[in-house]
């Protein structure tokens, strides 16, 4: 099975930038397709965004779009999401997680059903002062 840890969160000011990594390791990370989730205290897992396993296609949620970009490099075994124009309210643990639908990538609503993912790595705390 492929392991999958989430990095680089950390605390930043309102409007800063930040880039979280997910890295694989221990299986077939090319072939899954690659969604990114948040949580925050009191809250239900949320799907921000997902790419497809050859990182050709993405989609967003729109609290994220235009602000967050996904990409992967499959020779290094990581995705990446850019985070810029962070905002107070995107405060959360952030995971990462394989879709197991397919190559492709779900729609935005599906991104609901977290039963569609698997081998959530351990979150990374990302915290937007005001």
């Given at each position: ?13 309102a ?21 990114w ?30 602000r ?10 990581t ?6 124009s ?30 569609m ?14």
């Open positions: 099975d492929v392991q999958l840890q989430a990095s680089g969160g950390g605390l930043v000011q409007g800063g930038s930040l880039r979280l990594s997910c890295a694989g390791s221990g299986g077939p990370f090319d072939d899954y397709p690659i969604g989730f948040r949580q925050a205290p009191g809250k239900e897992r949320e799907g921000l965004g997902c790419i497809s396993s050859s990182g050709g296609n993405t989609i967003y949620q729109d609290s994220v779009k235009g967050f970009t996904i990409s992967r490099d499959n020779a290094k075994n995705v990446y999401m850019q985070m810029n962070l905002k107070p309210e995107d405060t959360a643990v952030y995971y990462c997680a394989a879709f197991l639908g397919g190559p492709g990538i779900p729609t935005t609503q599906a991104m609901g059903d977290l039963g993912f698997d081998y959530w790595g351990q979150g990374t705390l990302v915290t937007v002062s005001s």
